[in-house]
Structures are given as structure tokens and as C-alpha cells.
């Protein structure tokens, strides 16, 4: 069975620049994102990596901010967050799937199977 635990996160400042961290283990892993949950919205898509693909995918509100990173090998992936903003509060859920998911799978929630129980990032003015 896999597991994605994720760690990092807490309160910042605006304008920080916090990183959050994810590691999945139990499988061969061919993709993995993160999604996130703003008070009063649905959850959205932020960033994703497809192994199989050799592709990374961007959410456009973050891609001049956000940049995510992995080692296929360890199943672990990393999201930098700079020029943290208000808006940018949020739970953070990382989640991975064992099947090459192909576009647009890859950046919707539906289809990836094992999810961690997200970390908080509060981001104050």
C-alpha cells in the first residue's frame, strides 16, 4: 500500500519563500502533485510531475512563483513557494499515483490514488 506523507509548512510572513516536502513509498510511482484547499474554495490544482512523461505541470496563478522538483528514485518531491501571498493560504495535499497518468489526469485530482493528510501554510499580512 502507498503512503504520502508531506512535511513542511506553518505560518509565514507574506513575501516568504517556505518549502514543502513530500515522500511516497509502498510502490512504483509514476506521477505525483500537489493540490491545495483555500478556506471557502474548492481544491485546486497547484503542481505536478510526471515520471513517465518526463514532464512538470504548472497551475498558471503559480507558475512564476511555485517550482517543484523530485527524485523519481526516492519518490520524493519538493514544492518551493516564493512571494508568498494572503491568497496563497491554503491546505496543502500531496498525492501520488501508481499508473502513468497522461494529460489531463495529471493535473486533476480524480485519478490519483493515495493522498496525504495535507500540512497548513498560513500566510499573514
Known amino acids: 500500500q502507498v503512503q504520502v506523507v508531506e512535511s513542511g509548512g506553518g505560518m509565514v510572513q507574506a513575501g516568504g519563500s517556505p518549502t514543502l516536502s513530500c515522500a511516497a513509498s509502498?510502490?512504483?510511482?509514476?506521477?505525483m502533485a500537489w493540490f491545495r484547499r483555500a478556506p471557502g474554495k474548492e481544491r485546486e490544482f497547484v503542481v505536478s510531475i510526471s515520471w513517465s512523461g518526463g514532464r512538470t505541470y504548472y497551475a498558471e496563478s503559480v507558475k512564476d512563483r511555485f517550482t517543484i522538483s523530485g527524485d523519481n528514485a526516492k519518490n520524493t518531491v519538493a514544492l518551493q513557494m516564493n512571494s508568498l501571498k494572503p491568497e496563497d493560504t491554503a491546505v496543502y495535499f500531496c498525492a501520488a499515483d501508481d499508473d502513468p497518468l497522461t494529460f489531463p489526469a495529471v493535473v486533476e485530482g480524480n485519478d490519483y490514488d493515495y493522498w496525504g493528510q495535507g500540512t497548513q501554510v498560513t500566510v499573514s499580512s
Open positions: 509502498g510502490g512504483t510511482l509514476y506521477a
